[in-house]
């Protein structure tokens, strides 16, 4: 991991033993998702961070105010996303929780599948805290704050898509079958991360990795190169998704009802099974 990109904010004995505890979540005494948990440690971001943010949040919005849904542009509004500065996650929370229930809890690094789920079912968003350097403003293969804050938080200021969030949280945790694990792994890529919606007869970007890469945002919409299909759960959970280059496959909602409702369904199918095999 570069330096530029503070390390040193998540490299601490709470780190550490948030990070530990992350690994073997799941494992007998290892179940309580609030010790996933980290502070912010504000002060620790640099000038040049403050300045990676800016130089993002700027270039961005530029293209998202005629380009992104309008879900997304309300959500950013009222949590109060602002250019001048990366956002404290207490500031964040204050203006989120009251509206959906949701926050945003910051987290050491990567988190295992169960423990990830463990926290969405609970309404809490595990949000990488620290940032890109300058010399990878249009691209990082790990989730930073940008990516999490900026990219996905708006959203979950809207009642309909955190009713689905939660409800995708709880059906990933409940299962052990790897079928399903997989399946909610690409309903996750192509929506929360590379979903479209029509909005008034136009394509609108909502994912969190087009929110938030410069480039992509910008190919999901323009290329000729990019299959945009209609969204269908079945067809989505059997389409497997490539990480290492820009999408070549999209999928485009009709509306936020409808993944919650698609969603909801096929939680409901998950958690029979959970049942019948805990029954068996």
């Not at 002060?43 to 961070?49: I, Q």
């Amino acid at each position: 991991m570069s330096a530029s990109l503070n390390h040193a904010m998540i490299d601490d004995d709470q780190a550490r033993a948030a990070q530990e505890y992350a690994n073997h979540f799941g494992e007998p005494g290892f179940d309580d998702p609030s010790r996933l948990y980290i502070e912010q440690c504000y002060e620790g971001y640099t000038t040049e961070n403050q300045e990676t943010w800016q130089i993002l949040f700027d270039r961005q919005m530029a293209y998202l105010a005629d380009h992104a849904s309008r879900t997304y542009l309300d959500g950013a509004k009222l949590i109060n996303l602002r250019r001048d500065r990366i956002p404290p996650i207490e500031d964040i929370n204050g203006r989120l929780k009251p509206m959906t229930g949701w926050q945003s809890r910051a987290v050491p690094g990567y988190l295992p599948a169960k423990s990830f789920f463990a926290c969405l079912s609970r309404r809490e968003f595990p949000t990488t805290i620290v940032i890109r350097p300058k010399e990878s403003i249009d691209y990082l293969p790990e989730p930073d704050i940008f990516h999490d804050i900026f990219g996905h938080v708006p959203l979950h200021a809207d009642p309909v898509f955190a009713d689905f969030l939660q409800t995708y949280g709880l059906a990933a945790l409940e299962t052990d079958d790897s079928r399903h694990t997989e399946r909610l792994a690409r309903l996750f890529w192509f929506t929360v991360e590379f979903g479209l919606i029509r909005e008034d007869g136009e394509l609108k970007v909502y994912g969190s990795g087009l929110i938030s890469s410069p480039g992509e945002s910008k190919h999901s919409l323009r290329s000729d190169e990019v299959d945009r299909r209609p969204f269908d759960l079945e067809t989505v959970c059997d389409t497997a998704f490539e990480i290492d280059h820009y999408q070549p496959i999209l999928y485009v909602l009709d509306s936020f009802e409808q993944l919650r409702d698609a969603m909801q369904t096929y939680a409901e199918r998950i958690l029979d099974e959970v049942k019948v095999a805990g029954g068996a």
